[in-house]
């Protein structure tokens, strides 16, 4: 491991356990991420791509092993202290969006920020952050949907405000599940781009598991898990 790294995974081991069964889907997975690298993890449906993102964003725990943000040991703090850590440094965006449906695309990107603050009116967040929200929103092309609300927005639509909800809290890592896989061909290669320029303008450190070979074809560094462990 280095010690410049933004994050280290560390001797992952992960297993499920069904009675008496054990399906063990990581193993010693050691693994170092820099400050502004796109990383893409590859492999076939089940490999543990996914698991392997949860676990570095702190949304699932390993079986053994450690997750390390700039020294911190992320899996030995309490729950309460993960959440909060998690809000502030991750961004997650997901193959299914996960978007209020009764929500703006505006109020969406804004839920993040009612999270780190206790859930209080939402007319209370800070300026600063609506301000954020709106220009980030434009940046995307969305200037025009704020009030705009999921069923009103396409698929493409709807992954972007999913992607600057991401954002909206100034995250280091943007951490990607399978953010094409629920488009077509030309509007997933719209979102690679976008995930691409936000990498070079704003110098965002980038996760994606994928099984599409085609995104890793654009990656920096592309890893690839076979049968739990990971070939570079």
């Excluded at 069964?21 to 996914?50: F, Q, T, Y």
Aim: proline share 3%; with cysteine; charged share 20%.
């Amino acid at each position: 491991m280095t010690n410049n790294s933004l994050l280290q995974a560390i001797d992952i081991y992960k297993e499920y356990t069904n009675g008496t069964c054990k399906l063990p889907v990581l193993h010693r997975i050691n693994l170092s991420i820099k400050k502004g690298e796109i990383l893409i993890v590859v492999g076939a449906s089940g490999a543990g791509k996914s698991t392997l993102l949860h676990i570095l964003g702190i949304l699932d725990t390993p079986t053994s092993g450690s997750v390390i943000y700039k020294g911190i040991n992320l899996t030995n703090l309490s729950s309460k202290k993960q959440a909060e850590v998690r809000n502030r440094i991750f961004g997650f965006v997901f193959q299914f969006y996960h978007l209020l449906p009764d929500f703006t695309a505006l109020e969406n990107v804004l839920l993040p920020c009612l999270i780190g603050s206790g859930l209080r009116n939402h007319r209370s967040i800070n300026k600063e952050y609506t301000s954020r929200a709106i220009s980030l929103l434009e940046r995307v092309g969305l200037g025009g949907r704020l009030t705009h609300k999921p069923s009103q927005l396409s698929g493409g639509e709807r992954q972007r405000v999913a992607i600057v909800r991401a954002l909206i809290n100034n995250p280091e890592l943007l951490l990607c599940d399978e953010p094409t896989g629920n488009l077509d061909t030309k509007t997933g290669h719209e979102i690679r781009d976008l995930i691409w320029d936000l990498n070079k303008t704003l110098n965002q450190t980038v996760i994606i598991v994928s099984h599409d070979e085609e995104i890793a074809k654009h990656a920096g560094r592309v890893i690839r898990i076979v049968d739990g462990c990971i070939q570079e």
